[in-house]
């Protein structure tokens, strides 16, 4: 006997079952994980800060906030791009269509500018906290080299020099 062959309406008819399946359990392990996640928070003891913040109108009202900013920038984004894009497929405007799409594609950047002037933010900017722990920990490390490699010591710092607290002095 031999195996059973998969005839392409069978893999077809796999494929969209494998499809549609995913589209029930996606959300379904979504539901399970903000289940277990609300149920922890749930028993957890709060400050009274996180308690009012977590309280229901007070969620409620971010929720709507965060709905209104959401679809009015929708709309103003669909209001300029769909009357913009139908004008820079006419005659007349695929000369602009260059431009456009490099200010389109620098605008789709922000974001991401955004996100990362974020993150210096919370890790000390460049000229805060994470630029002076970078300079300290240089200043460690070339210590460290200085006063335990001979070699090392010896090919930085040429005859007639000595160091004192990391730098170069004359000797």
């Known amino acids: 006997m ?66 209104t900013i959401t679809v ?22 695929k000369r602009f269509a260059g431009p456009v799409l490099a200010v389109a594609s620098a605008g789709q950047a922000i974001p991401a500018y955004g996100l990362l002037v974020l993150a210096l933010a919370m890790l000390g900017g460049v000229f805060g906290r994470a630029n002076d722990n970078f300079l300290h920990d240089r200043h460690m490390a070339w210590t460290w080299f200085s006063h335990h490699s001979d070699c090392i010591n010896h090919f930085c710092h040429p005859a007639g020099t000595a160091q004192h607290d990391g730098g170069l002095v004359a000797s």
């Not at 969209?16 to 399970?32: K, N, V």
């Not at 920038?73 to 405007?93: C, E, Q």
Request: proline share 5%; aromatic share 6%; charged share 15%.
């Open 72 to 93: 009015l920038s929708t709309i103003g984004v669909i209001s300029i791009a769909i009357p913009l894009g139908v004008a820079l497929t006419r005659r007349n405007g």
């Open 2 to 67: 031999s195996a059973p062959t998969l005839t392409a309406p069978r893999v077809r008819r796999m494929s969209q079952l494998r499809g549609e399946l995913s589209l029930i359990l996606t959300p379904l392990i979504l539901l399970l994980v903000f289940g277990v996640y609300w149920w922890w928070l749930g028993n957890q003891t709060l400050s009274s800060q996180a308690a009012s913040a977590l309280r229901t109108e007070n969620l409620l009202r971010q929720i709507r906030e965060q709905l």
